[in-house]
């Protein structure tokens, strides 16, 4: 593809488009990766997508973590 192509009114009204849709411009605008951007912000839009599903785990994970050393370092303040 030539830089004229590349950078023609087709090219981008095809970006403005994905940009409207996705919330952000895709690099590759082939048909492939647009069907995989376009199936990733659907996944992202419902509770199906595993970054929502699990992060509740992670959260308390990073709680468990945190809270004995947290509590070793005020304990003097409570005797």
């Known amino acids: 593809?030539?830089?004229s192509a590349a950078n023609g009114p087709e090219t981008k009204?095809?970006?403005a488009e994905l940009?409207?849709?996705l919330g952000w411009y895709p690099a590759d605008l082939d048909d492939?990766?647009?069907a995989r951007?376009?199936?990733d912000a659907a996944?992202?839009?419902t509770d199906h997508d595993p970054a929502k599903k699990w992060a509740h785990l992670?959260?308390?994970a990073r709680q468990r973590e945190s809270r004995p050393p947290g509590r070793a370092a005020v304990?003097?303040?409570y005797e």
Do not use: P
């Open 1 to 3: 593809m030539s830089t």
């Open 13 to 15: 009204r095809l970006r």
């Open 19 to 21: 940009a409207a849709e």
């Open 32 to 34: 492939k990766s647009i």
């Open 37 to 39: 951007h376009r199936a």
């Open 43 to 45: 996944r992202k839009q």
């Open 58 to 60: 992670t959260e308390l």
């Open 75 to 77: 304990a003097d303040l």
